[in-house]
């Protein structure tokens, strides 16, 4: 093919396609990639009123010196009989305390903390009865919003608790921690989960030689609205486990923690300030795990989610504490915050994509809707990113990252897209026939001309600048493209495939539609008048699109690169 006759081709092509309206696809949806019903739980807005401000400080000061008092004093109390608890006990807390020591941190300790609470002015409604240790190993407490839940150790009878090691060295509250006998995790022990699980089995099925443990499932804080995914440690056991729910039922939110609100010392201080602080801690019915679920702890988590979900009237939600991460990284990128969250639960099961490789996409899609307000890409930002002007073929490629139809892409649909719609176009295949498309003159290699050709063309914009794109295609500068560095711009950027695709697809049906327009014409041509019920309007056929490489039969045309997500 020469270049003459490629360029004529090419404009006949764009012709043809010029007048074509854009065509929908209709993709099917799976449900287990629709967005969450509480689509950020990491995020507490609330703020306190005038009126509720001024309040607050009136009462902060006189309540809040004289809580700190009684707090201080109960601590000190509580510090000799958790020392004595622990004297003599081995570093790690590898062997359980003595039966006189554990019912002496019982009563002693449980009474001080009931006490401690009391006088933070918390007033706490139980329901439902405490499970023995032999009943239920574990307990399993969500919703998880505040280091205030910690109440719920209190009430179950000081049960161990997860902890780091550094919180051991504090002073005072260390001591108290010690005699509680955590379990301890260390962040910087690469076997740290593996260690943890191991000693959590080993607790649990200890027939009642150690005290209960009682778990956050959720791993971090939320808000309250949902319940995220459970983490697998308290059911990998395969031991009954008595879930426990938390509610605060007060008209001003002071105890949230989140990782986008209040700090720990303003909840502090405002939770001290105010009368009292409702709280409801509810015991449900132990859960003893079938064998199906003793054999899969995700099973058996996530059975234990819903019916604590039910009892809370709360959805549930694939988010986990990775999605955290993810938004920290996005507030870093000069992003909002809750533009990172994806669900990463889910979309890593669903689509294979490790934490990393969602972290590199964040980069990039920053990189995109930066300049845009509120974060998501819109169809001007998308055709800048991909220097290329707003057409048609754009547009349908736009169509199929924006899942909801709202005009946008946020990083979710991004994520979505690039795994189910771009990537599987993005074969040796595809990238040989695009190159095979650019170079003209069949010579192995497309100038900057034959580039711009076709790209002009095809895109119906004569006065099309490629020279950016162009340039960031060749990597060693000589301003000619071999098919190595076409390709690896094309498996860096799998977009570019998807809209190469897309495009051939839109020529394939617009040439459908004629052919298909012409039958019906010439149909028309060969019926009698007399028999004729409508009047049929003659069509001219639009010329096959000559850019389409021979042998790129409507198979491989097909929506099979969408994927049915």
Same mark, same amino acid.
């Given at each position: ?55 607050? %400080? ?35 807390? $590898? ?22 609470? /009391? ?15 032999? !009943?239920? &190993? ?67 099925? $200890? ?44 008209? %001003? ?9 209040? $700090? ?18 509810? #015991? ?51 992003? &909002? ?44 930002? #998308? ?29 979710? !649909? ?23 498309? #650019? ?6 290699? %497309?100038?900057?001309?034959? /580039? ?24 060693? !500068? ?58 049929? $309007? ?11 490489? !021979? ?15």
């Amino acid at each position: 093919m020469t270049l003459c006759t490629a360029a004529a081709a090419a404009a006949a092509a764009a012709e043809a396609g010029a007048g074509m309206a854009q065509r929908v696809f209709t993709l099917p949806r799976q449900q287990s990639l629709y967005p969450p019903s509480v689509l950020n739980p990491f995020v507490h807005r609330q703020r306190l009123s005038a009126a509720d401000k001024a309040r607050t %400080i009136f009462l902060g000061i006189i309540l809040l010196p004289l809580r700190i008092i009684c707090i201080a004093i109960i601590l000190l109390l509580a510090w000799p009989f958790a020392a004595i608890a622990t004297y003599s006990q081995p570093p790690g807390g $590898s062997v359980p305390l003595k039966e006189w020591k554990r019912r002496m941190i019982q009563i002693i300790l449980k009474g001080l903390g009931r006490s401690m609470f /009391f006088s933070m002015g918390f007033q706490v409604t139980v329901k439902g009865k405490v499970a023995s240790p032999l !009943e239920a &190993p574990i307990f399993a407490v969500a919703p998880h919003s505040s280091f205030f839940d910690g109440i719920v150790c209190v009430l179950a009878g000081l049960p161990s608790m997860v902890s780091r090691p550094e919180n051991l060295a504090a002073p005072i509250f260390g001591r108290i921690l010690s005699s509680l006998q955590p379990v301890l995790v260390s962040r910087q022990d690469p076997d740290s989960r593996r260690n943890t699980i191991n000693e959590i089995t080993k607790r649990a099925t $200890s027939a009642g030689q150690w005290p209960q443990i009682l778990i956050f499932p959720e791993g971090t804080c939320t808000n309250r609205s949902c319940l995220i995914t459970f983490k697998q440690g308290a059911f990998i056991p395969g031991v009954p486990v008595q879930p426990v729910l938390l509610r605060y039922p007060n008209r %001003i939110d002071t105890v949230t923690w989140t990782w986008q609100g209040y $700090s720990f010392k303003q909840l502090c201080a405002m939770t001290m300030c105010q009368p009292f602080t409702r709280v409801e801690v509810e #015991f449900l019915s132990v859960h003893i795990p079938t064998e199906e679920e003793k054999k899969d702890p995700v099973l058996f988590a996530n059975r234990v989610r819903n019916n604590m979900a039910t009892a809370l009237n709360v959805p549930t939600t694939d988010h986990t504490f990775e999605d955290c991460r993810l938004m920290i990284s996005a507030g870093q990128l000069t992003l &909002p915050m809750d533009a990172g969250l994806v669900e990463f639960t889910k979309i890593s099961k669903k689509l294979n994509l490790k934490w990393d490789h969602i972290r590199d996409q964040l980069d990039t899609y920053a990189a995109i809707a930066g300049a845009s307000k509120g974060g998501r890409i819109g169809i001007e930002e #998308f055709a800048d990113y991909l220097k290329l002007p707003v057409s048609d073929v754009l547009r349908e490629l736009f169509l199929l990252f924006d899942r909801n139809g709202d005009g946008t892409i946020d990083f979710r !649909e991004y994520v979505i897209g690039l795994s189910v719609i771009c990537n599987p176009a993005n074969t040796e295949e595809t990238i040989q026939m695009a190159f095979k498309l #650019f170079d003209m003159d069949d010579d192995g290699i %497309i100038t900057e001309d034959e /580039f711009a050709c076709i790209l002009r063309s095809s895109l119906g914009v004569p006065d099309l600048d490629v020279s950016k794109l162009f340039k960031e295609i060749d990597a060693d !500068e000589t301003r000619k493209l071999s098919y190595n560095e076409f390709k690896d711009f094309a498996l860096k950027h799998p977009e570019y495939a998807k809209l190469f695709t897309t495009y051939l697809e839109l020529q394939r049906c617009q040439l459908d539609a004629s052919e298909e327009d012409s039958y019906q014409s010439s149909e028309a041509k060969h019926t009698p008048v007399a028999k004729s019920k409508t009047p049929v $309007s003659e069509t001219a056929p639009i010329a096959r699109n000559q850019i389409c490489p !021979e042998g790129y039969e409507s198979d491989n045309l097909s929506t099979s690169d969408k994927k049915d997500d």
